[in-house]
T-cell receptor, first 114, second 115 residues
Framework: DTAVSQTPKYLVTQMGNDKSIKCEQN?????MYWYKQDSKKFLKIMFS???????INETVPNRFSPKSPDKAHLNLHINSLELGDSAVYFC?????????????FGPGTRLLVL | DQQVKQNSPSLSVQEGRISILNCDYT??????FLWYKKYPAEGPTFLIS?????DKNEDGRFTVFLNKSAKHLSLHIVPSQPGDSAVYFC??????????????FGKGTLLTVNP
């Protein structure tokens, strides 16, 4: 059973389109995250939700909107896709947002904007 | 502004020898340091961590050393095995407010262990 799963694994789309990436965790965790790994290989946090509440919101264009329908799901919707949005997007979860909680990552969604 | 630097993009080691992966950081607010390992087409997985109050933490073949004054940490793997071949990320943590902790990842070092 996959602990943190993401769909789709690959996403190729045209500039200007709107797309969503879904994330689900079956670990019973109450904190979920979205990270972006860009072409320079840096893995940077974008958002974090704890019990469906937004707790970390880094400097991300407002074209990116996370949505957490429940504790087990954190989806990422991207409007008006741009070339620079091409990256690998990783979802992660942890039991709690503080302390020394280990984050468990999904396999990533490879987004290519043409 | 790179707060976490892993200056060696790649490292190649013979099986059975020691692998040493280095990480330097600039932010003195980091108080907990984690190493993650990543295989191709998979997400990172937690490997080992160390608190800022310690200078060494060991877990089997993996040992992490922390030199706070130099803002430097290193991950030692001994003996190295071919299955250790992966990208290793250094990820220090700091309190981003209200007990919400944020990890800051380095660019990673690709370790290749040759049989």
């Amino acid at each position: 059973d996959t602990a943190v799963s993401q769909t789709p694994k690959y996403l190729v789309t045209q500039m200007g389109n709107d797309k969503s990436i879904k994330c689900e965790q079956n670990l019973g965790h109450d904190t979920m995250y979205w990270y972006k790994q860009d072409s320079k290989k840096f893995l940077k946090i974008m958002f974090s939700y704890n019990n469906k509440e937004l707790i970390i919101n880094e400097t991300v264009p407002n074209r990116f909107s996370p949505k957490s329908p429940d504790k087990a799901h954190l989806n990422l919707h991207i409007n008006s896709l741009e070339l620079g949005d091409s990256a690998v997007y990783f979802c992660a979860s942890s039991q709690g947002a503080g302390g020394r909680e280990t984050q468990y990552f999904g396999p990533g969604t490879r987004l290519l904007v043409l | 502004d790179q707060q976490v630097k892993q200056n060696s993009p790649s490292l190649s080691v013979q099986e059975g020898r020691i692998s040493i992966l280095n990480c330097d950081y600039t932010n003195s607010m980091f108080d907990y340091f984690l190493w993650y390992k990543k295989y191709p087409a998979e997400g990172p997985t937690f490997l080992i961590s160390i608190s800022s109050i310690k200078d060494k933490n060991e877990d089997g073949r993996f040992t992490v050393f922390l030199n706070k004054s130099a803002k430097h940490l290193s991950l030692h793997i001994v003996p190295s095995q071919p299955g250790d071949s992966a990208v290793y990320f250094c990820a220090p943590r700091k309190d981003s407010g209200g007990s919400n902790y944020k990890l800051t990842f380095g660019k990673g070092t690709l370790l290749t262990v040759n049989p």
